[in-house]
């Protein structure tokens, strides 16, 4: 079924029923500061829950901590191979198209402004991007970050601090949903851009792994699309419906090219950055953005071809793409390493997110993947 005003409008209203009552609850009874400070300690999925847990953190967190049933783990391990095989182009494309389609949707700019996001923007892409590496391990799973949403949530309504009535519920269904093709589907398309060789397989897994993710961070996948064909139509109206130009969103393009800019030795590569964001965000909303324009406008249109060459001799080569592979994972781990400045990031109720990088697959080759086309609206 194809989305529709309609429904896009109800899931507008609609947040998430279990973790919103347990976050209410532990605010009713004064023991969310407890369950916080508790929630510190456990680091990994299926970790023993500490003593002292309130009982309705307790019982959420027995509910909700295994993946879901219909989880295919076969599917998930392609997913996985698919990252460690792309990891550095998903992590270029998580930085500078995913996370800049985020602030061009004015209400979600604002969100991320009222959550502190304009003042700890290397935090916000350090947790991104070590939650996208912790997602592809076999045992990545949790739930506690639903309980982080739910509590803005929270704070945002009973501080007064968000018109539900203009903007709809705070991190909606309609919102996670649209961050969830943010992360899947315009990561795939940005690689395709960037000229990187997919398989179908490959990037379907993809797409599949963030569905299962999206259910355990509460995302209702009975309304989500099954296919990538049908994410497009989700994901063009989506766009329709609430992009354009804020002032949160260009402030946080701003401290986004400006941390790149600082991560990135030296001063001659600088305009890269706003060339990058420039080229997979289009001009449009690199306009509304305020990404400013560079002499690498044009130059850093060569890059897919450079990748071309690149994805060439890896396919074509098991020693080249050994080396680019190893390449991609020190890369990745430079880039996390640039943004934590060695640490590791945490995440509030519960700060748990620990790193785990040591990855040393590779992926046959098939079919070559191309974006699904534009919906007619």
Request: hydrophobic share 40%.
């Amino acid at each position: 079924m194809n989305p529709t005003e309609a429904s896009m409008d109800a899931l507008r209203q609609a947040g998430d029923e279990l973790a919103d009552a347990t976050v209410a609850a532990l605010f009713e009874r004064g023991e969310v500061g407890k369950f916080n400070t508790l929630m510190r300690y456990v680091s990994t999925a299926g970790a023993p829950l500490p003593d002292g847990l309130p009982d309705v953190a307790r019982e959420y967190l027995h509910a909700t901590s295994a993946p879901p049933d219909w989880v295919d783990w076969a599917e998930m391990e392609k997913a996985r191979l698919f990252f460690i095989d792309n990891n550095v182009h998903i992590s270029t494309a998580l930085a500078f198209a995913s996370m800049p389609a985020c602030f061009v949707v004015p209400h979600v700019a604002k969100l991320l402004s009222a959550t502190h996001g304009l003042k700890y923007p290397s935090k916000r892409m350090a947790e991104t991007g070590q939650f996208t590496v912790y997602l592809m391990q076999p045992d990545a799973f949790e739930a506690g970050s639903r309980l982080l949403h739910a509590s803005i949530r929270h704070h945002l309504g009973r501080e007064n601090r968000w018109d539900t009535q203009a903007l709809g519920t705070p991190i909606c269904q309609e919102d996670m949903i649209g961050g969830q093709m943010f992360f899947s589907l315009l990561v795939l398309d940005s690689l395709h851009r960037l000229g990187i060789h997919m398989s179908e397989d490959g990037a379907e897994a993809y797409y599949y792994a963030w569905r299962v993710v999206g259910a355990m961070l509460g995302v209702d996948q009975d309304v989500v699309r099954k296919s990538l064909e049908e994410a497009r139509q989700f994901l063009d109206l989506y766009m329709v419906r609430h992009v354009g130009p804020s002032e949160e969103g260009a402030h946080l393009t701003r401290q986004l090219i400006d941390l790149y800019e600082e991560v990135v030795p030296g001063t001659l590569l600088d305009p890269d950055v706003a060339a990058l964001v420039r080229h997979l965000t289009g001009d449009t909303c690199a306009d509304w953005l305020q990404v400013p324009r560079t002499t690498w406008d044009t130059l850093v249109k060569v890059v897919p071809h450079l990748l071309g060459v690149l994805e060439t001799i890896e396919d074509r080569s098991p020693l080249g793409g050994w080396a680019l592979d190893r390449l991609g994972h020190l890369a990745g781990v430079f880039e996390l390493s640039s943004l934590t400045r060695g640490r590791v990031m945490h995440y509030a109720i519960p700060e748990q997110l620990k790193k785990s990088y040591g990855m040393s697959d590779s992926v046959p080759r098939a079919r070559r993947w191309t974006p699904p086309a534009a919906t007619v609206l």
